[in-house]
């Protein structure tokens, strides 16, 4: 396999953060989670960057630390949920990288989701919230090269899944 970075994709809640360390941890690579750059570099949390700034800025930023995340090799990148709708972040993901969708089933994501107060988007109803946006996004994660449901899996044969298909 000649990609020398793993880009995690897929829907708030599937478990980007939590395999991606696990992931780096087994392979010794470097673990990024661009939301987290996003708030070190703005400063703020990606709730009040949505309140203050707007989610057009947010996406802005957001495509620019994937680029610059994905600049080099030995990287496992999270992006977030929405990180996939413009097309050149989806680009710039498969030119850098083996793109890994992580997906559960609604009731997984919503359990997971339901207590975190920094994912503007599905704040309110979180319910409501995410089956729209799973709806809206149904085929979002469609072009990743490997799609892996979260929802029955421990961490660890998910880490296994992803090691053997890189044959590392
Ligand atoms: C978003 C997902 C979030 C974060 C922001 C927007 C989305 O990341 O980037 O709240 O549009 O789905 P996680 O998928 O890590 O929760």
Request: glycine letters at 8%; hydrophobic letters at 40%.
């Amino acid at each position: 396999m000649e990609k020398s970075n793993i880009v995690l994709i897929g829907f708030m809640g599937t478990g980007k953060s939590t395999v991606g360390h696990a992931l780096a941890a087994r392979l010794g690579w470097q673990f990024v989670n661009t939301d987290d750059v996003i708030e070190e570099q703005q400063g703020m949390s990606i709730s009040d960057m949505f309140a203050k700034l707007g989610e057009p800025v947010f996406r802005q930023v957001e495509s620019e630390v994937i680029q610059a995340s994905l600049d080099g090799i030995s990287s496992i990148v999270a992006t977030g949920g929405g990180a996939v709708l413009a097309e050149q972040n989806r680009n710039v993901m498969k030119e850098n990288g083996y793109v890994v969708a992580l997906t559960a089933n609604a009731e997984t994501i919503i359990e997971r989701v339901s207590q975190d107060q920094n994912r503007p988007l599905v704040q309110g109803d979180v319910a409501e919230r995410v089956h729209t946006l799973l709806e809206v996004r149904k085929h979002a994660y469609d072009f990743a090269d490997r799609t892996i449901d979260t929802s029955e899996l421990t961490v660890e044969e998910i880490v296994n899944l992803i090691v053997s298909d890189m044959k590392l």
